[in-house]
């Protein structure tokens, strides 16, 4: 009572012009794609993160506002052995003037911000801060994390 479509013999011999094969398909298979596109997103995401200033630091907690800038500023960091970073270079105490004035001919006049751990000793932040301000920068800013409220 059945007949099946498309063969056109009785012996079922060939389907089509290409013997049993079939037919190229022009179309483009977008799942594959849109697979990669999703784990290089997740990647991105995750290495983001990972980028920011590369100089680990446990900073103070207050209750200050965060600031907006819209260009990058000069951070001076201090961590809790005493090691002085200029952005992530490490720099002795010596150098922080001649590497802060060479910067100022440069014409940079921003807010430099100072960045301690709370582990480090308050004398040593204080000749940071002496020495930032003997190199004419007067606009310092201390960097801290937000409290967090309970």
């Known amino acids: 009572?059945?007949?099946s479509v498309g063969s056109g013999s009785k012996g079922g011999g060939r389907r089509g012009r290409r013997g049993g094969k079939r037919a190229l398909v022009s179309e483009i298979n977008v799942t594959p794609f849109v697979d990669v596109v999703l784990v290089l997103l997740i990647?991105?995401?995750?290495?983001?993160?990972?980028?920011?200033?590369?100089?680990?630091?446990?900073?103070?907690q207050t209750q200050a506002q965060a600031m907006s800038s819209e260009n990058q500023p000069i951070t001076?960091?201090?961590?809790?052995?005493?090691?002085?970073?200029l952005q992530e270079t490490a720099i002795p105490i010596e150098?922080?003037?001649?590497?802060?004035?060479?910067?100022?001919?440069?014409?940079?006049?921003?807010?430099?911000?100072?960045?301690?751990?709370?582990?480090?000793?308050y004398g040593i932040v204080m000749q940071v801060m002496a020495r930032i301000s003997a190199a004419?920068?007067?606009?310092?800013?201390?960097?801290t994390l937000q409290e967090q409220q309970n």
Request: charge should be negative.
């Open 1 to 3: 009572m059945g007949m």
């Open 43 to 60: 990647i991105f995401m995750v290495a983001a993160p990972m980028m920011t200033v590369g100089v680990p630091i446990d900073l103070p």
């Open 76 to 85: 001076v960091s201090v961590n809790p052995e005493g090691e002085i970073y």
């Open 95 to 121: 150098e922080v003037v001649p590497k802060l004035q060479a910067i100022a001919t440069t014409g940079y006049s921003e807010r430099i911000f100072v960045r301690a751990d709370t582990a480090a000793t």
């Open 136 to 143: 004419g920068f007067t606009n310092i800013g201390l960097v």
